[in-house]
């Protein structure tokens, strides 16, 4: 079960760096904690590059818990938007230094502006 969690979230990863592209170069490290009935399991993501261990991540900067089903679903089919309101509504929970969660908000708020704005259309 592991191995499947390892493999989701390096596709929940890939998916959301591919709606927003500006995190790709960061590098950081990231402690996942899924929670399920009655047993935790942690995982170390470092980017970039998405590598996924086993394991408690004890130089992680930043910390995402949410329950193991929910992060199933997300994984699969959760859009960025899906994941904002994920952490809005509690579903998932980050912690970590203020600087890199506000740098993170900041970069993904853009991109969806981006995505927002229409472009203007060039004249023949």
Not at 18 to 32: D, F
Not at 35 to 54: H, I, S, Y
Not at 92 to 106: D, H, M, S, V, W
Request: aromatic content about 6%; glycine content about 6%; cysteine-free.
């Amino acid at each position: 079960m592991s191995e499947d969690a390892k493999a989701l979230i390096e596709l929940a990863t890939h998916r959301f760096i591919a709606e927003v592209p500006a995190l790709e170069p960061i590098k950081l490290v990231v402690g996942v904690e899924l929670r399920g009935r009655g047993d935790v399991q942690q995982f170390r993501l470092e980017m970039p590059g998405a590598k996924v261990t086993k394991g408690p991540a004890a130089d992680a900067r930043l910390r995402v818990d949410m329950r193991r089903e929910f992060f199933n679903v997300m994984a699969s089919d959760g859009k960025v938007a899906d994941w904002i309101e994920a952490f809005t509504y509690g579903q998932a929970k980050a912690t970590g230094p203020e600087q890199f969660l506000r740098l993170i908000i900041n970069v993904v708020e853009k991109q969806q502006e981006r995505e927002r704005t229409p472009r203007a259309r060039r004249q023949p």
